[in-house]
């Protein structure tokens, strides 16, 4: 058939309309070369017909299809399903007329009850590799863990002795947190103070007299043009737009000097202060590798 294949290439070549490029000619030739079928294609044929009869061959075209494609990738993920399921320690599902079925022997194993409920595995029970790719996640528990081990490597310890040890560990790494959260706590309180005082200056006709009275003296209007929040909200709009845009405007740069200081590879306020958190705790703890305990306090939250 490979000969047969190679004349009827060079006749098509030969044949063809001379106003065709060459290259077009040589793939429409290409496109008609009947190779064998894949046994994968062959095995769901025989499947199906009892029969090889009539379907040795496939041209290339076909296996080009997108109809083709779907139907090789639907086969091997059938093929790939009807194996069972990996990594539950050897454990197989047996079809049976009453559904599926797990081996009893396996499923009273303990490793297959942690593969099959992950949702009860705490971080100590978990291998490095799990634990690694936890932390790579910033989940901070799994960097707890990790330099709980690194502890029990270190110092020769037991698990138990390890976790005494990382307790001190964790207590000198937030000894001056509750300082450090001064700003951030002032900044939120003073956020939340303006953003629900910015309603009864605005539109309670009260309140927004004894601000004008205190710190506007702007001329009140007649009580007809005061009689709705929408008309108190126009009045006391005169003083209030005024700080109100500014305070914005001043937000939306400092927003934008933080993304610049970011591509920079400035530090904010935030990132420094984790950074000289780190830095303390390596130079208290020098017996640990630096790098461990880094990433255990720049997981931990300041407040």
Request: contains cysteine; positive net charge; glycine residues 4%.
């Given at each position: 058939?490979h000969?047969?294949?190679?004349?009827?290439?060079?006749?098509?070549?030969?044949?063809?309309?001379?106003?065709?490029?060459?290259?077009?000619?040589?793939?429409?030739?290409?496109?008609?070369?009947?190779?064998?079928?894949?046994?994968?294609?062959?095995?769901?044929?025989?499947?199906?017909?009892?029969?090889?009869?009539?379907?040795?061959?496939?041209?290339?075209?076909?296996?080009?299809?997108?109809?083709?494609?779907?139907f090789?990738?639907?086969?091997?993920?059938?093929?790939?399903?009807?194996?069972?399921?990996?990594?539950?320690?050897?454990?197989?599902?047996?079809?049976?007329?009453?559904?599926?079925?797990v081996?009893?022997?396996?499923?009273?194993?303990?490793?297959?009850?942690?593969?099959?409920?992950?949702?009860?595995?705490?971080?100590?029970?978990?291998?490095?590799?799990s634990?690694?790719?936890?932390?790579?996640?910033?989940?901070?528990?799994?960097?707890?863990?990790?330099?709980?081990?690194?502890?029990?490597?270190?110092?020769?310890?037991?698990?138990?002795?390890?976790?005494?040890?990382?307790?001190?560990?964790?207590?000198h790494?937030?000894?001056?947190?509750?300082?450090?959260?001064?700003?951030?706590?002032?900044?939120?309180?003073?956020?939340?103070?303006?953003?629900?005082?910015?309603?009864?200056?605005?539109?309670?006709?009260?309140?927004?007299?004894?601000?004008?009275?205190?710190?506007?003296?702007?001329?009140?209007?007649?009580?007809?043009?005061?009689?709705?929040?929408?008309?108190?909200?126009?009045?006391?709009?005169?003083?209030?737009?005024?700080?109100?845009?500014?305070?914005?405007?001043?937000?939306?740069?400092?927003?934008?000097?933080r993304?610049?200081m970011?591509?920079?590879?400035?530090?904010?306020?935030?990132?420094?202060?984790?950074?000289?958190?780190?830095?303390?705790?390596?130079?208290?703890?020098?017996?640990?590798?630096?790098?461990?305990?880094?990433?255990?306090?720049?997981?931990?939250?300041?407040?």
């Open positions: 058939p000969t047969q294949s190679q004349r009827s290439l060079s006749r098509s070549i030969a044949c063809s309309r001379t106003d065709q490029p060459c290259l077009l000619r040589a793939a429409n030739c290409f496109a008609m070369i009947r190779f064998p079928v894949p046994a994968l294609i062959r095995q769901s044929w025989l499947t199906t017909h009892k029969s090889w009869d009539g379907f040795s061959i496939i041209q290339s075209r076909s296996l080009s299809s997108p109809a083709m494609r779907r090789l990738a639907r086969t091997k993920k059938a093929a790939a399903l009807s194996e069972g399921p990996s990594g539950l320690g050897g454990a197989r599902e047996h079809a049976t007329n009453e559904g599926p079925s081996d009893p022997v396996v499923a009273s194993s303990a490793a297959f009850q942690a593969s099959t409920d992950l949702t009860s595995l705490s971080f100590k029970e978990m291998d490095v590799k634990l690694m790719t936890l932390a790579a996640l910033e989940v901070a528990g799994a960097h707890a863990e990790i330099l709980k081990r690194h502890i029990m490597s270190v110092d020769g310890v037991a698990y138990d002795e390890a976790k005494t040890k990382f307790e001190r560990i964790a207590i790494n937030r000894k001056a947190d509750k300082l450090h959260a001064v700003p951030f706590l002032a900044g939120m309180t003073a956020s939340l103070t303006a953003a629900f005082a910015s309603f009864p200056l605005c539109f309670h006709e009260s309140s927004v007299k004894y601000f004008n009275h205190h710190y506007v003296t702007a001329d009140i209007p007649d009580p007809r043009d005061l009689e709705t929040a929408l008309e108190v909200g126009s009045w006391a709009w005169n003083w209030m737009e005024p700080p109100l845009g500014q305070i914005s405007f001043v937000l939306l740069c400092l927003q934008f000097a993304s610049q970011q591509n920079l590879g400035i530090k904010p306020y935030t990132a420094k202060i984790k950074e000289l958190r780190a830095q303390s705790l390596v130079k208290e703890f020098p017996q640990y590798n630096a790098a461990i305990l880094t990433s255990y306090s720049n997981s931990v939250n300041l407040f």
